[in-house]
């Protein structure tokens, strides 16, 4: 099998799988509330400048007088890694989510949906 064609057949590094099956693992533990942290947060990654993002709201409203819990910190390592990650591989992720849960994507691609047209 030549290189090239191996190449294609791995869209992503091993480092960037290994981060997003931990997202994903996170993802499957969050209850209601830290999902729709973390759809704000996709969204605001998906469509920056159209949407403030309830992280952004919340971080400019909160005094920082205590350690952040686990959620927190799950969400700062996911912002590092997918900030780190190709396009590729980004779409790669959504895909891994679509299969985990179909329904939280198809509220993510409407949502995304409805910010067309707005500044």
């Known amino acids: 099998m030549p ?19 931990c997202v ?22 998906a469509v920056p400048g159209k ?8 971080s400019t409203l909160q ?7 686990i959620f927190e910190c799950q969400l700062r390592l996911w912002s590092q890694w997918f900030e780190s990650w190709e ?7 959504l895909h891994l989510l679509e299969e985990k849960d179909p329904v939280f994507v198809a509220h993510f691609y409407k949502c995304v949906a409805g910010t067309a047209g707005k500044d």
């Open 24 to 45: 994903l693992s996170w993802f499957r533990g969050w209850n209601a509330t830290q999902r729709e942290r973390f759809m704000q947060d996709l969204l605001g990654k």
């Open 87 to 93: 396009e590729e591989e980004r779409n790669h992720f």
């Open 63 to 69: 005094v920082k007088d205590k350690l952040p819990n």
């Open 3 to 21: 290189l090239g064609s191996r190449e294609k057949s791995l869209p992503i590094s091993y480092v960037t799988f290994q981060e997003q099956r």
């Open 51 to 58: 949407v403030c993002t309830l992280l952004d709201s919340l």
